[in-house]
Nanobody, 126 residues
Framework: VQLVESGGGLVQAGGSLSISCVVTGLSSSDYGVGWFRQAPGKEREFVASASWSGATIYYADFAKGRFTISKDNAKNTVYLQMNSLRPDDTAVYYC????????????????????WGQGTQVTVSS
């Protein structure tokens, strides 16, 4: 199983950035994919998640109205569109996959996720 993030970079405050995560090696669609982030000196925190069907989506409060998670099942890719970025959005962003039976109860719990990508750096300058 592999999750590979891409699309991170440097953006000015107020700008937008889209990052993506290609998921390979999972033969079943019965899993969810989450985005987490970790800033220096801070714990990893939940950003957003979606079931592979796309029917069940969750957002952290800080992400609501600014971030959008979406999926392209044909490309096995999950996207995170981030708008109105702020300097405190600066972090390494990770995607992760969780088996469906845990998704609804543990969608925002990092330790419950089964597979992780390597992360992509997002830096928002003021």
């Amino acid at each position: 199983v592999q999750l590979v993030e891409s699309g991170g970079g440097l953006v000015q405050a107020g700008g937008s950035l889209s990052i993506s995560c290609v998921v390979t090696g999972l033969s079943s669609s019965d899993y969810g994919v989450g985005w987490f982030r970790q800033a220096p000196g801070k714990e990893r925190e939940f950003v957003a998640s979606a079931s592979w069907s796309g029917a069940t989506i969750y957002y952290a409060d800080f992400a609501k109205g600014r971030f959008t998670i979406s999926k392209d099942n044909a490309k096995n890719t999950v996207y995170l569109q981030m708008n109105s970025l702020r300097p405190d959005d600066t972090a390494v962003y990770y995607c992760a996959a969780i088996f469906w039976e845990k998704y609804v109860s543990d969608y925002d719990v990092p330790r419950s996720y089964d597979y992780w990508g390597q992360g992509t750096q997002v830096t928002v300058s003021s």
